[in-house]
Every structure is written in C-alpha cells, then in structure tokens.
C-alpha cells in the first residue's frame, strides 16, 4: 500500500519545557523543516512564563506541536505550533488545538490570542473556523503583515 499513512497518533501536554530529550530534539527538528530555522527555539522557549507545550507523535515521531504560554492569569498566548506536511489533513492540528484550549479552560485562562500571517493560510482558516476572530493587524520591523486573532473560551 504505497502512499499511504498508518498513524497511531498519540497526544502529550507539557507544563514545562519537555525533558525528554526525543521529544524536545523531534520539536526542533520539525520546527526547522517548517519554518526553516529553529535558531534559540530552546532558548526563547526558557523566556517564556508558564509555557505549555502539546505534543503530537505517530510512534515515538514528533509529528505535530503546539507551544504558547502565559500573558496574565486569565489570557494565554498561542505561539508556535505546526504539523509535519506527511501528516497534514488528518486532524492533528485541530486536535492539538482543541487539547489545549481545553487544558487552559480547566485552568483559568478566559482568552486565547494567536498571530498568524496570510501566508499560513491553513493555519488561519482552523483558528477562524474554530471560534477565533481577527482583532487587529500591523506591519512588523520586518515588513511582515501580521493578523491578531483571539477567542474567548468562556463561550
């Protein structure tokens, strides 16, 4: 059966940055193929205040990820998150979503906010179809539109 993706997906939530060193290097790695750097990944994550980190693995594989952390005790910020393009369109990155959202309902948090840019197209359509609604735009230092988005889990 050529072609095809046999996937036993099985889902981890972090509240911290992962010690193991399989799935921190699997994060990294896919982090790097999809954005095409993962230049201080570690290091910014070790800026971040409460960080929670979802992880999704086919086998021992990192295939998906999900990383934000903490704005105040109620708005928590989305921020990195992408899954491996073998694996796109089987739900990973909704679920990946829906666990963390879940996980942030369960402790306090009231919104969640994300950016994203025009280019992530799939990225935009699952937060826009998933409850988020666009709140601004800006022009960053490097010329890049960026689109705020949040939603309000209490809803």
Avoid at 58 to 72: C, F, H, P, R
Avoid at 123 to 134: A, D, H
């Amino acid at each position: 059966m050529k072609g095809v993706v046999v996937m036993e997906v099985k889902y981890m939530l972090f509240d911290t940055i992962p010690d193991e060193e399989a799935i921190l290097e699997g994060i990294i790695d896919l982090h790097k193929r999809i954005f095409g750097e993962s230049d201080d990944l570690v290091k910014k994550m070790e800026s971040k205040p409460q960080i929670i980190v979802n992880v999704a693995l086919n086998n021992s594989q990192v295939i998906g990820y999900k990383i934000g952390y903490e704005l105040d005790k109620r708005k928590f910020y989305s921020w990195l998150g992408g899954v491996d393009p073998q694996f796109r369109g089987h739900g990973v990155a909704s679920k990946l979503m829906e666990q963390q959202h879940y996980y942030l309902k369960e402790n306090g948090y009231h919104i969640v906010q994300t950016k994203t840019m025009n280019k992530w197209r799939s990225m935009l359509i699952l937060n826009i179809k998933s409850g988020f609604e666009v709140i601004s735009t800006y022009t960053n230092k490097k010329g890049l539109h960026k689109i705020i988005l949040e939603k309000n889990l209490l809803e």
